[in-house]
């Protein structure tokens, strides 16, 4: 895939919606059922699948069946997995994508706090040479922040910011200089304890990143909830 020439201005739209709704679907049925019918208007750009901090340890048909209805709307679904920060050994990670994929027929993989550190690039190539090996069509690493630049390579989008609402109306706006030579597409930001009516979207393409997640959730469980844009929906 090439890249888009770096120096022109990114289109004026609002990002995408990458959804990590971490919610049982027998819990949060009218979530799901939103977030379903929303799935074919072109907003959303991925959704994040999370029974059990990861694929649990037996499927879960309901898992399963909204997973279906998202892949038939053409939605990819990307099976989460914790990497604490380089810390999780190689074939834990690894076992979690497979079961993603045997279990849930998931088409990518969400590798949650990936480490930003240079020193790790070669662990997390490994893991994503094995992600794609498992069936990953689309690779996301959750930094949190801005990573060092040679993370680009591995994965279609790194989420560069995840936080609240405060540190991201704060932040610096500019990204580091090394995000010009990459179009916005490859980037994400999840925000969370956002107000209604916070300019969370525009601030995302304010900031170079063409896929964000702007929620209401709060406190220790912030993603059990639906991002503005899908709530919006009806």
Known sequence: MTDPDPRRPAEKKDPMLLVPLYEHPADRPEAWERLIRSAGAGLVHSVVLNPDSGPG???DERFAAVAARLKDAGVPVLGYADTDYGRRPHAAVVQDLLRHRDWYATDGAFLDQASADPALLPHYGRLAVAARAAGART???????HPH?????LADLLVTF???WDAYRDA???PPSWTADHPPQRFCHLVYAVPPGAPAAELAAERRAAVH???PGTGAHPWGTLPYALEATG
């Not at 690779?139 to 922040?145: D, E, F, M, R, S």
């Not at 630049?149 to 390579?153: F, H, N």
């Open 162 to 164: 995840e936080g609240p």
């Open 213 to 215: 997640c702007a929620v």
């Open 139 to 145: 690779l996301v690493l959750n930094h949190g922040v």
């Open 57 to 59: 340890t037996a499927p």
């Open 172 to 174: 610096a706006a500019a």
């Open 149 to 153: 630049p040679g993370y680009v390579p």
